[in-house]
């Protein structure tokens, strides 16, 4: 079994655009007084670098499997979050936390943090808030947390812990873009690693219902006619039996409350 780790072992990147100087502030406020060192990852800004992102997306693969088109915003998001992938396999930390500028922590962040990197054992990737998290699937206890797996849709990135190993078999075949990042991290049964989520979460996220890649209340999101969504919901369908197919080879399906430390 693994050796569990620990926050000497951890590098921390908080990902936030340059225009955003508000968001990093209330960020340092609050990992400063966790006593947490980060390193600020200028996050790309999708707008100024759309010929050089397009031609790294499959623009007809992202509408077929998301239901809308993409948008700069969500080409700056997802190659902002490889880049720190990379930045963090160049660097010698061992596990990494990646942070979103626009997350709130709760009372309990650090605890949860060092009870994820005492049970690392048993993930490789761990998030501490959601957009979405359906039919989790208890794979046992973290003190008084639960460490779970999910069957259907497990989305949001704006708090989550990074195995180096991990990391290293994914980046090759994050491109092209050919969905949002964190869709394309619930496709664990093709990436093959084991993503979990620590609940009750420790964060959340608060954005003021304003962002730089959907804009002001999703304003810029635009769905496709439901007929030529089709396609993105038979893929939805599927990945549901696909997720259920690599839990139980992985003998992760069925429900645990063993102690995992």
Known sequence: MATALTRA??????????RDEDRLSKMQKQLDSMGLSFQRFPAIYGKDHVETLSKRAD?????????????????????????????????DDKVALILEDDVVFHDDFLESVDTALAGAAHWDTVRFNCVRAKLPVSQGKLGHYTLNAYIGPFTGNAAYLLKKDAAKRILPNLWPQTRAFDHELNRFFKHDFRQCGLEPFSSHV???????ITGTGFGLVKKLKWYKRLPHFRLKAANYLRRIIWLAKNKR??????DLI
């Open 9 to 18: 072992d951890l590098g921390i990147w908080l990902i936030n655009l340059d």
């Open 253 to 258: 399906l069925w429900p645990s409350n063993r």
């Open 206 to 212: 608060d954005d003021e219902n304003v962002s730089s």
């Open 59 to 91: 623009q007809t693969a992202y509408s077929r499997n998301m239901g809308s088109k993409i948008l700069p915003g969500k080409m700056g998001c997802y190659a902002s979050h490889v880049a720190v992938w990379e930045a963090f396999v160049a660097s």
